[in-house]
């Protein structure tokens, strides 16, 4: 059993503990309500004061880790790659912001081994992140986009969250690249040029444009709930080659069941290096092929809390735009995720730890979605103030 010790995207005050198994991923739901319940009971030995559980050894995995990597970067049968170690063929900078989180400690010493130039920025270590929580959001990474552009379009800018986890992609002009363009990037490189076969799994709130990619490619796609421990059971199952969330990580069927966002930089980066193509030129196509679609979120903080009997009452009356558009179904599966005409949805989740709703939206123009959200929040306060 592994121990993090981490807040991971979010503030310091939430410092806490994650679980890993001898899988690398995540504490399956049963062992963690086996060690809840174990923690809880009064009655049992205090064991941890005893002697002969004080004594540690400190050893650093680092060293296997960077090996590993590049075994499974070398192992890919790559028509273009040249040597034994995976090292891309454009010369490229990489601005990178670790936002004072762990990655700073295990990323640099990588990227520079496969001879990058890099430029860090927040690369200190400060247990309280600057007095900003370590969330890769865009509002969060200016100085991460003035960077790149000070490049003229010759390099890319990655975030990593507090404890290395998720990541946060600025292309080479400047933009932000969406979690779903990624995974889209990710999934056609595996099909194409890795030439693996297996499921994709993506989480409800993920954009519909996975789908279109998966169904291209012929490629089974599952949706599951939010949070990255639904994706994890599925790679349990065997056979998924990618899984991942909107809000930034995503595991590989070569690696571990579990996300890791070094992964996911250098799999982008043999992505770019196999089509010969900027990231700009990836998302053009993309958009091409399988958009437009827009995606976007809100979070709504409440007053008190709401119940999905309450919102199930108020949904069928949704007004405009979304009533105009047709509900052609609600999908219950994690919170309620109506399916409209014209290309869009838009899915209401209660939190189970605040009095908060998360909205996720998608349609073919941003105007639309951001819309779609705007009327959503605007139900919401309706409800609040008519219950």
Avoid at 18 to 31: D, H, I, T
Avoid at 43 to 65: C, G, K, N, Q, V
Avoid at 76 to 97: C, E, F, G, Q, W
Avoid at 290 to 318: C, H, M, N, Q, W
Wanted: glycine share 8%.
């Amino acid at each position: 059993m592994g121990v993090m010790i981490t807040a991971s995207h979010n503030p310091p005050d939430y410092a806490g503990i994650k679980l890993k198994e001898s899988f690398g991923g995540s504490a399956r739901p049963n062992v963690q309500a086996e060690i809840s319940r174990i923690a809880s009971d009064t009655s049992a030995p205090d064991f941890f004061l005893e002697p002969t559980y004080m004594h540690h050894d400190i050893a650093s995995p680092l060293d296997d880790y960077y090996e590993a990597l590049i075994a499974a970067f070398a192992e890919a049968d790559l028509s273009r790659r040249n040597s034994d170690v995976y090292k891309p063929h454009i010369s490229r900078t990489l601005v990178v912001d670790y936002m004072h989180g762990a990655a700073a400690e295990v990323v640099p010493a990588f990227l520079s081994r496969l001879g990058f130039t890099e430029h860090n920025l927040r690369e200190d270590r400060d247990p309280t992140f600057g007095g900003v929580s370590p969330e890769p959001l865009p509002s969060k990474l200016g100085d991460l986009v003035d960077a790149v552009r000070e490049y003229n379009g010759d390099a890319l800018g990655f975030a990593f969250d507090g404890d290395g986890d998720r990541l946060t992609v600025v292309d080479e002009s400047g933009e932000f690249v969406e979690n779903h363009e990624l995974f889209s990037i990710y999934l056609r490189h595996l099909a194409k040029n890795r030439r693996l076969q297996g499921r994709a799994v993506g989480t409800v709130s993920f954009s519909a444009m996975i789908d279109r990619v998966a169904d291209d490619l012929s490629i089974p796609l599952k949706r599951v709930p939010v949070g990255f421990k639904a994706v994890s059971e599925e790679f349990l199952k065997g056979d998924v080659m990618i899984g991942g969330e909107e809000s930034g990580g995503t595991g590989f069927g070569f690696w571990l069941p579990e996300r890791d966002a070094l992964v996911m930089v250098l799999f982008l980066l043999e992505a770019l290096d196999c089509e010969g193509k900027s990231l700009v030129d990836l998302r053009r196509e993309l958009d091409a092929h399988y958009g437009p679609l827009r995606f976007g979120r809100a979070d709504l903080k409440l007053a008190s809390t709401i119940s999905y009997d309450e919102l199930d009452r108020v949904l069928p009356g949704v007004g405009d735009p979304v009533a105009a558009m047709n509900i052609h179904k609600i999908d219950r599966q994690d919170g309620r995720k109506l399916v409209l005409s014209g290309d869009s949805w838009i899915l209401f989740r209660l939190s189970g730890t605040e009095p908060a709703v998360r909205l996720y939206a998608e349609s073919p123009k941003k105007s639309l979605t951001d819309t779609l959200l705007h009327d959503a929040g605007e139900m919401i306060s309706s409800l609040l103030m008519h219950r």
